[in-house]
């Protein structure tokens, strides 16, 4: 299992959100294929077929842990469990 994988797993567990790195979620949202738009420390991603944007900003070198429990409603809504 590659590291994008292990960090989608832990994501979607959602029981250990804290200290992940933002740089790590944005490569991971890349490689399922959203797109990134940066606006002062906002990224926004949005995918086709998926209404709802994503919204991230990072606190230090972590993304906000209640933006990831967010991401992770959106993956299980669209069922998005592989890289």
Not at 57 to 82: F, M, N, V
């Amino acid at each position: 299992m590659d590291r994008h994988q292990r960090l989608l797993n832990r994501i979607l567990d959602g029981s250990h959100l804290a200290n992940i790195r933002f740089d790590d979620v944005r490569a991971l949202l890349a490689r399922l294929g959203f797109e990134e738009r940066i606006r002062g420390s906002h990224h926004t991603y949005r995918m086709a077929g998926i209404v709802e944007k994503v919204n991230l900003q990072p606190i230090g070198s972590d993304a906000k842990p209640y933006q990831l429990r967010e991401l992770r409603k959106t993956l299980q809504k669209h069922d998005l469990r592989r890289v």
